[in-house]
């Protein structure tokens, strides 16, 4: 057993933190969990639950899959058909975002107080909507310092497939890496881990310690994980989820729609890969577990002597990568006429 990560400081672009000696190990904690579709008190308590569990075994920072707290809907089609949605598809619809939850709101505080009650740096990923009755909902990654803060988020760039039906669209104003003791970190969701650029922003941003909850738990997840690794010389947590179809509520409208899918809905496949490519735990298949690795900063260092994609191995004189980080609202008001 080992350990990984530590603690962020707000905003992309501060200071460094005091940090963690290039020579020490940090102790870090990837988190399988069992899914609770559609109920995030109970996906809440099992943060905590698992992060104490976490922490007490050594881990400074801990890691929970995509959509864990609000839920990620496999298998469920929310009544669509190409040109037609219907009635008990809305129902369900509106039960799924009466469990995502808003930033900040209680959901959120008890988050923060779980990664201040166990001194860690804990990234959740969430089920996010926005104040009110009614708004578009978002797959967002949130990570919140060992003082309770909720320190960066980021709304998944470009939902996958079916996905698009009930997830909106991040921007590049939640594309953040955090300094903290620890290091650099940030992420990217599932599948925008295979969007180049999306994770050239990161680089550019110095990521250290590199963020990749997901949905997907197939084998060749593993290789997009070892080759993130390699390409940024950053460590790569890689989380996901353990789901059975006996977790979900009995009483959702359009629950038909899970019949034909096995009981076994996603195995997981949580690992955690180191900058040279090398495999440091997992993959987790096949329940719900918790990965500790040990994290020797030292070998960034190491494995930037031979590849840097945002410096020595870059060639800004022949390739233009722009960002635009300012947020981009459907609406914008003017009080000059």
């Not at 839920?71 to 129902?91: A, I």
Request: glycine share 12%; net charge negative; proline share 9%.
């Amino acid at each position: 057993m080992a350990h990984e990560l530590s603690v962020p400081k707000p905003g992309n672009h501060e200071p460094p933190t005091p940090r963690t000696g290039i020579h020490d190990s940090v102790p870090v904690a990837v988190v399988q969990p069992t899914a609770f579709p559609f109920n995030p008190a109970g996906a809440v308590a099992e943060v905590g639950r698992l992060t104490r569990q976490a922490a007490q075994e050594g881990a400074r920072l801990v890691l929970f899959p995509e959509a864990f707290v609000g839920g990620y809907p496999w298998g469920l089609r929310f009544g669509t058909s190409v040109g037609g949605r219907t009635e008990p598809g809305k129902d369900l619809f509106l039960r799924y975002w009466q469990s995502a939850i808003p930033l900040p709101g209680p959901e959120s505080e008890a988050l923060g107080a779980i990664a201040h009650e166990n001194d860690v740096l804990l990234a959740v990923g969430v089920i996010e909507r926005l104040p009110g009755k009614g708004s578009t909902l978002y797959c967002t990654l949130c990570t919140f310092g060992p003082d309770g803060r909720l320190l960066a988020t980021h709304r998944k760039l470009k939902p996958t497939a079916a996905e698009r039906l009930i997830w909106g669209e991040g921007d590049g104003s939640t594309l953040p890496v955090v300094s903290t003791e620890l290091g650099r970190v940030g992420g990217l969701i599932c599948w925008e881990n295979y969007m180049p650029l999306a994770r050239m922003a990161l680089y550019g941003k110095g990521v250290e310690i590199y963020l990749a909850p997901t949905a997907d738990a197939r084998d060749r997840w593993q290789a997009t994980l070892r080759h993130i690794a390699v390409e940024g010389r950053c460590f790569v947590l890689g989380c996901n989820q353990y789901v059975t179809r006996d977790r979900y509520p009995d009483d959702l409208p359009v629950g038909e729609e899970l019949k034909d899918w096995p009981m076994e809905m996603c195995r997981g496949g949580s690992s955690i890969y180191g900058p040279d490519g090398e495999c440091l735990a997992g993959p987790l298949h096949g329940g719900p577990g918790i990965l500790h690795a040990d994290l020797p900063l030292g070998e960034i260092a190491r494995q930037k002597f031979e590849f840097d994609a945002v410096g020595h191995y870059a060639r800004p004189d022949v390739f233009r990568f722009e960002v635009l980080e300012a947020p981009q609202p459907a609406v914008r008001y003017r009080e000059e006429p």
